[in-house]
């Protein structure tokens, strides 16, 4: 396939790549869709939740046929203590029907399934292909040169770097380098298998139906970090994130929090008798707003994890949208013919109007609680211990007692008045919700 | 034949399916190892493929078990290591991702 012409080339055949190779393939495009994996997912990692928007727009009624392991109908939020844990929850058979609270999913089924909707409108898929190179000309990019040896050449109209957060067109293109240490988290996931019947009685759930447990506080030694177990089928997905940044300052190997978060008291039960049947990692953008480098730049149009768009807890349906409106931009280039520099700043303007960016604005402060926040991961986590311990013992001494060591503890740990700043501010960035 | 040395990681990473490649895709430039004080390659990367040789005064690049993260590029504080992926569907093939 040596130097032919698209209109469009999409490297990465993720939930951004596959959203922005789908959108232009229905509008009747050429797209050339490039997976450096054997298969799509073969070299992704996620936690493991897609989302019902913007996915429906792209495949309505996609829950009748999508590879979807669980759907989510059980949110849990812990705060891990050193050895224990507060926890919020909300159950809702509301959030089952249709896929409203999210479904579990695993890479390598889902995105395999996902491309070959974007096949089936007309794009060309291309797998085991990493592309090695971009093509410039006269300032902007014009094509991709792909793999090693072959010198296989694409060129086309607009580039969708669809690429990851190690993103090699963005690099090879000068748009950005790789990320800096504190705008990623390093996560690490296992999959662990169990018999579904024991997923559904251990975490209290239908068949069919699923649970997302969230931790936060206590997961890495004080820093910044999460920790994550979601249920699938027959497996869970049990991973930890930790800020590459704080990692560094730890100097401790990232398995090493994985493994004392899956022996955590609160945790261990929940995995007891399952078998590991994957080790992954992966890069995490943890950056928010102003870690997104330009959308549009000399002919590319960033998305997904290229683009630096998640925000905890939420990645793929940014990835999605992101790449729905590089697909539109593309699009309207197409119907008039122009595809300058200028006329894919659409796409721009289309992310700055968009639950993403609202959503980034919202939590602007979001990197700032992770890098400076250690109140969240050490001394509320301690304070809500101490408390709930002495509260919850009875043991002859009077609640009012109790109540007035709590305000002490809270007085004497935090102080009145970041807690009341934080609660207008920085904790809204620090929740999932 | 000689036995590859055995670590501890590799326990972990026998469930994960590999298409190992003959050749190395982590390019390390070692010019500054020695006096990089802390090393955070040898302990940032999730699979342990960087190993610092006390007595070679170098290091030993396990690249077979790589997942193609990319930790190591961007915490080198010399800016020394590339990661250039494996070829054609080659290195890490995740079943569940």
Redesign the interface.
Same mark, same amino acid.
């Given at each position: 396939m040596s130097t032919e012409k698209f209109d469009a080339i999409v490297v990465g055949a993720g939930p951004a790549g596959t959203s922005a190779a789908l959108t232009m393939a229905k509008g009747g495009l050429s797209v050339a869709l490039i997976e450096?994996?054997?298969s799509p997912?073969?070299?992704?990692?996620?936690g493991g939740v897609v989302y019902k928007w913007p996915l429906e727009e792209m495949i309505p009624k996609f829950w009748e046929k999508a590879p979807i392991e669980r759907k989510i109908i059980d949110h849990r939020m812990v705060i891990l203590g050193k050895d224990s844990g507060f926890s919020v929850s909300y159950k809702d058979d509301y959030l089952g029907m249709e896929t409203r609270g999210g479904f579990t999913a695993?890479?390598?089924r889902f995105?395999p399934w996902f491309a070959q909707q974007a096949e089936e409108a007309g794009a060309t898929l291309v797998?085991?292909?990493?592309v090695?190179e971009v093509i410039e000309e006269g300032g902007r990019v014009v094509g991709i040169r792909a793999?090693?040896g072959k010198e296989n050449e694409l060129y086309a109209q607009a580039i969708v770097a669809a690429d990851g957060?190690?993103s &090699?067109v963005l690099q090879k293109a000068g748009i950005r380098g790789?990320?800096?240490?504190e705008d990623?988290a390093?996560g690490?996931k296992e999959?662990i298998e169990l018999p579904s019947d024991t997923i559904e009685s251990r975490f209290n759930l239908k068949r069919g139906y699923g649970a997302r447990l969230d931790y936060l506080g206590s997961v890495a030694r004080g820093k910044s970090g999460g920790g994550f177990v979601y249920t699938n089928s027959n &497996?869970l997905s049990v991973g930890i994130a930790v800020l590459?940044s704080h990692?560094?300052e730890l100097?401790?190997?990232? /398995?090493e929090i994985l493994d004392e978060f899956k022996s955590h008291p609160v945790v261990a039960p929940l995995l007891e008798g399952g078998r590991?049947?994957? /080790?992954?990692?992966?890069?995490i953008p943890e950056g928010g707003l102003q870690s997104i480098p330009p959308l549009a730049s000399r002919g590319v149009l960033a998305v997904g994890d290229a683009a630096m768009l998640c925000l905890y807890p939420e990645g793929t349906n940014m990835a999605m949208a992101s790449g729905v409106m590089a697909g539109k931009t593309i699009l309207e280039s197409k119907k008039t013919g122009d595809f300058s520099i200028q006329r894919l700043m659409l796409y721009e303007r289309l992310m700055k109007e968009s639950y993403i960016f609202k959503e980034h604005s919202r939590k602007k402060n979001y990197h700032n609680v992770l890098t400076s926040g250690d109140r969240f991961n050490t001394d509320y986590p301690d304070a809500i211990t101490e408390i709930m311990r002495n509260i919850l013992v009875v043991d002859g001494v009077d609640r009012g007692t109790k109540h007035a060591a709590a305000r002490k503890v809270i007085r004497d740990k935090v102080g009145y008045v970041r807690v009341l700043r934080d609660l207008y501010r920085d904790i809204w960035s620090a929740l999932p919700w | 034949m000689v036995n590859p040395p055995s670590r501890k990681?590799d326990e972990? =990473?026998y469930?994960?399916r590999y298409?190992v490649h003959s050749e190395n895709h982590l390019h390390v430039d070692q010019s500054k190892c020695q006096e990089c004080r802390?090393k955070?390659c040898t302990?940032?990367c999730?699979?342990?493929d960087y190993v610092w040789d006390p007595e070679l005064k170098r290091l030993t690049v396990f690249y077979e078990g790589c997942?193609?993260?990319?930790?190591c590029?961007?915490?080198c504080p010399y800016h020394k290591i590339a =990661?250039?992926?494996?070829?054609?569907?080659r @290195?890490?093939?995740?079943?569940? @991702?």
């Open positions: 450096r994996g054997e997912g073969a070299k992704n990692v996620f695993l890479r390598s995105d797998t085991s292909m990493p090695s793999g090693r957060v190690m &090699t790789p990320p800096a240490a990623v390093i690490l999959v &497996t590459l990692l560094l100097r401790c190997k990232p /398995y590991v049947k994957e /080790y992954q990692a992966h890069l | 990681i972990r =990473l469930v994960n298409n802390d955070p302990f940032s999730p699979v342990d997942v193609e993260c990319g930790a590029v961007v915490v =990661l250039d992926y494996p070829p054609a569907g @290195g890490v093939n995740f079943r569940f @991702g």
